[in-house]
């Protein structure tokens, strides 16, 4: 079956490409596949993952070798390759591990990647020499699960970003303390337990070796994880308020891809690859934009080569949306370093259409009630522009404390997934039978991070075609949500099951807890020894907003070997909850993404000490990944270092975090931009048991 699929999609791609080098357009738009999935079974998925090049016959005309992951149940007997046959077509396209809560993933992960020739950070330092060596692992971003080593009684690894697995085809590494990581040759188990109380939703994996993150993210490897079912926090059921149909769910994988004239893929991507500027309301290209020559300015000759921006693998498919109750749409940004500012643009009426958000960074949104839209959106992050839904007033959610929230633009950063209901609206926004012909456009509208950032180019990523019947009487305006992001519930729920995992790591008498009413300050900029590197900045910060002496650690880049943060557990290893202060002093945008946790960003009032008593605020929005909008200055050269800052010599725009920590071990924070992370904007931290 799997041979005759190969067969269809190489077919298509022949007649879509009739005349070398003309795409013939819609007409020719597969529609979206679903990623092929591969589900637990009693409680178990065990799988065999293997890094290794293969060609990406999607990405016509051009054809490049991309790399991939071959995911397969793990063969009988411990061979370290997929039975022929036993994996899909389009593996570039990202696979889709389904889980359960209380569930057990085990993963051999085999490294048979080639040579990482154009890593970038290997030239940065002798010491980075081994990069070129092409180290992977795995991590599984959002996951609320351990990070531990193995043991004599368990030796595989849980969701731990310090292990290195090298193809022993490649050669050996040096020793070198920049390794920072357990070395491992050809395979590495990992087994990831997903505790009982895990939240539903949407995750990812992806690889996580410091240095050439970006190089292998960007070249084809990553996949998503869903945990329970939509289901278990969206009313779907004909039966659930004035729900007629179930919406049908789709899981929408955002991956790009540089590739050069000559069909050689460029895992060290370049921004400035394609055009900027393309006139407003429209894009540069129909899954993906044209290369353009920068010989002139230093850079390089693009021209005849395409930055790929696929869905699920495919150039702009085509989207049908044939049921009465719409569609959810589960997205996740996979992209290295690409910000998406995603719409679904409507022609016909000369604007955005609405969708309602169901959850983001894998937890249901359930914002409290009464709430300005302002101060929503600031719940977010700024990942979204909210607005009252329709056919609701204020206050009136179903739940008696949420509204429900509804937008027209997604703002998403690297590693950003969202869950939207989408559905055919008139002009009133009322939902209504869409009219013949009814279309809409799904895209990226490009965005720019800064003065020093990057400029992201627009680009339409699929066409919607609404095709269902009448959404039928009684039908809701909005799906009633049961918010899983409540502040404190998650860890306290989280840590009951941790407490075996905990127990296991060594305690830490040199860890201290932070004294009430302090905080710790996060600074996000280049070091100013090294202007072309990325870091972070340290300090603690008093009750009374004053720095406490000693703490000071100034921007630098990562150092593997020194967690720079140590959180003990509460009393009898409850969750210990910190407020952390995230200042960017660069001239760019940066994507703050802490692991083994979830945060929530405190609102204005919180901040001010004015919260009124009774008033319900840790409801709403629980975050893995933020948005930090840049510094500013008249120059536009942004606060660059900490002590124009404290100066008052720029305009940085803190967000500030409540992060309830309730699993123990060694894990990281970091900038999600992955140029950015393998640059240097990365720290260690360490949760030790009470």
Known sequence: MRTRQLADLLLRYLLCWAVPGIFLGAACAADLQEPITLASRNGVLDILMVARPAPVPS?????PTGWVYDICPRPAGGANVCPAGSTAPNIYGGTRLKLQKGDTLKVRLVNRLPLAVNAKHQFDDPDHAFLRLNPTNIHTHGMLVTPNYPTPANPTYGDNVFVLTFNSANGQPQVSPHIHADIRYDFTDYQIKIPPTHPSGLFWFHPHAHGVALNQVSSGLAGIITVGDVQDYVCTGPGC????????????ILKDSQVLPGGDMQDQEDPDFCSSSAPAGTALGQG??????????????????????TV??????????????????RITNTSGSVTYDLRLWSAAQNRNLLMQVLSIDGVSVSPTAGMAMKEVSALTGGKMDPEACPGLAPASGGSGDADPLCVRRLHMMPSSRVEVWVAYRDRHDALAAPPAGATAIF???????????????????ARVQFRGPAPGAGATSVLRVQGQGTAMSLPLALSANMSAANAAVPTDPSCKALPPGHKRRIFFAAPVSDPDKFGLGYEEVDEKGVPVPNTFMDVAPFDPMTATVCVPLGPGNSPATERWELI?????DHNFHVHQVKFRILTNAELAGTVVPGTV?????????????????????????????????????????????????????????????????????????N
Request: hydrophobic content about 35%; some cysteine.
């Open 584 to 588: 960017n002093l660069a001239n760019e």
């Open 59 to 63: 990405l016509t005309p051009l054809v």
């Open 288 to 309: 993906y934009c044209p290369g353009q020559n920068l010989s002139a300015d230093g850079g390089g000759n693009y021209s005849g080569g395409r930055w790929f921006f």
């Open 443 to 461: 895209r990226t509208s490009g965005f720019n991070t800064g003065p020093g950032g990057d400029t992201w180019p627009a680009v339409d990523l």
């Open 241 to 252: 308020a004035g729900v007629p149909v179930a919406p049908e769910v789709r899981h929408l």
């Open 312 to 329: 699920n693998g495919q150039q702009y498919p085509n989207i049908p949306v044939t049921g009465g109750g719409g569609e959810i749409w």
């Open 617 to 689: 605020f840790d409801r709403g929005v629980m975050l893995d990944n933020v948005p930090l909008v840049h510094s500013y200055t008249a120059d536009g050269n942004g606060c660059n270092d900490v002590a124009t800052w404290r100066s008052g010599g720029c305009t940085a725009y803190p967000s500030t975090v409540e992060i309830p920590f309730a699993i123990a071990g060694d894990f990281v924070y970091h900038c999600h931009i992955l140029e950015h992370e393998d640059g240097g904007m990365m720290a260690r931290i360490r949760v030790r048991p």
